[in-house]
């Protein structure tokens, strides 16, 4: 297996404005993602066991869509762990190459085989950091295949990869498919576009028989990765008799039916997303700083046309933070850049009597804050009219 070269080296989520500036590199120009929450008493699961492997090797260091592919590769597995639902499956998180600081061995199991916990999942997920070393796929696949000896029932293995320095490794996966036959089937899915790892997932699509090699690009939007988990996890369950129930109503006008509206009484013109909150996007600001940035301002310049045809309506805008850094602090920066908000409103002729401001620095987190992914949606400002 050659050397490979070493280079230094991610939901929409409801009513949120992101707010980036605390440490951790965050993947940029990604699609906005907002999971997509399957209705359990719907579906049941197609599998009785899944495993993830993902490329932890040098070459995922190489860039893809302006980030490492490394860190597509690890938006795509915290997307997906964001929408399989659980539904008592068994599950593992198993990657190969490692920088040295992470693992010393060609494959590692970082989590699993147990039944699946998305909240775990995610804590071992955010433990591979970095990426380094050789592209070991078939001893992941072999090791794999020892993980599944005692369990029954069909397994899904998806395989999140560049697939470049591979081309000896499709032996084992051939060799796994004769040991399981049709109970397990492989579902890769390439980082990167380069011909030669499209040319090798494919065939390791093609020895697991059941689907053709998917890319990175058409699964990290939310439409795109609920659609692969529905074909490769779920299958529908039994429908209920139904019972007639009365036509739903959006009270608000705002698109979204009463049932599904999350944030019921939203202003007309202000622009919602799937459960019915007012969402602003990617409004930044630099590193540790209070500062709107100037791309922000054409997002913010639709608040107040808004507010300023509604001055009946006000508003509070709510402060978030990740949990790097001490109470004190990120408390203070999450009023800072919430009143930055209230100040730009006010200086376009908002009176700040209708712009109230709350910092709640890191208590009420909507991720996880054990990934960077995680970490990222927690840093925001929330509207809330009344």
């Given at each position: 297996m050659k050397k490979k070269r070493f280079v230094q080296a991610l939901l929409a989520i409801t009513a949120v404005l992101f707010l980036f500036g605390c440490a951790a590199k965050e993947p940029a120009g990604l699609p906005p993602f907002s999971a997509k929450k399957f209705d359990a008493s719907m579906y049941q699961s197609k599998v009785n066991n899944f495993v993830i492997i993902l490329d932890a090797s040098s070459s995922m260091d190489d860039d893809c869509m302006g980030n490492p592919k490394f860190m597509i590769g690890k938006a795509i597995v915290e997307h997906m762990n964001m929408t399989i639902p659980e539904l008592g499956q068994t599950a593992g998180l198993r990657s190969f190459g490692h920088a040295d600081s992470i693992s010393k061995n060609e494959t590692e199991l970082f989590y699993g085989m147990e039944s699946y916990s998305s909240a775990a999942l995610a804590e071992k997920l955010g433990a591979i950091s970095e990426a380094g070393g050789y592209s070991p796929l078939g001893a992941a696949i072999a090791a794999m295949g020892n993980d599944l000896e005692s369990l029954p029932g069909k397994t899904a293995v998806i395989i999140v990869s560049d697939g470049l320095d591979m081309k000896q490794d499709a032996a084992q996966a051939k060799a796994v498919k004769e040991q399981y036959g049709d109970a397990i089937c492989f579902y890769p899915i390439q980082v990167g576009n380069d011909e030669e790892g499209a040319a090798f997932l494919s065939e390791i699509a093609s020895i697991g028989g059941c689907a053709s090699l998917m890319n990175a690009k058409d699964l990290l939007g939310t439409e795109g990765m609920?659609?692969?988990?529905?074909?490769?996890?779920?299958?529908?369950?039994?429908?209920?008799?139904?019972?007639?129930?009365?036509?739903?109503?959006?009270?608000?006008?705002?698109?979204?039916?009463?049932?599904?509206?999350?944030?019921?009484?939203?202003?007309?013109?202000?622009?919602?997303?799937?459960?019915?909150?007012?969402?602003?996007?990617?409004?930044?600001?630099?590193?540790?700083?209070?500062?709107?940035?100037?791309?922000?301002?054409?997002?913010?310049?639709?608040?107040?046309e808004i507010l300023e045809k509604n001055p009946v309506i006000s508003i509070e805008l709510q402060g978030h933070t990740d949990n790097i850094g001490s109470e004190k602090y990120n408390m203070d920066l999450s009023q800072r850049r919430a009143n930055s908000v209230a100040k730009y409103l006010e200086d376009k002729g908002i009176a700040r009597n209708r712009l109230a401001t709350t910092g709640f620095g890191f208590d009420k987190p909507v991720a996880l804050n054990s990934t960077d992914y995680g970490r990222s949606l927690n840093r925001r400002v929330e509207i809330h009219p009344y």
């Open positions: 609920a659609a692969f988990v529905e074909n490769v996890f779920l299958q529908r369950a039994a429908a209920p008799a139904p019972v007639p129930a009365p036509t739903p109503m959006d009270s608000d006008g705002d698109g979204v039916l009463d049932p599904d509206d999350q944030c019921p009484g939203t202003p007309a013109g202000a622009k919602v997303n799937a459960v019915g909150c007012w969402v602003l996007d990617n409004v930044l600001f630099d590193f540790d700083k209070d500062t709107i940035k100037p791309e922000a301002f054409s997002q913010l310049d639709a608040i107040y």
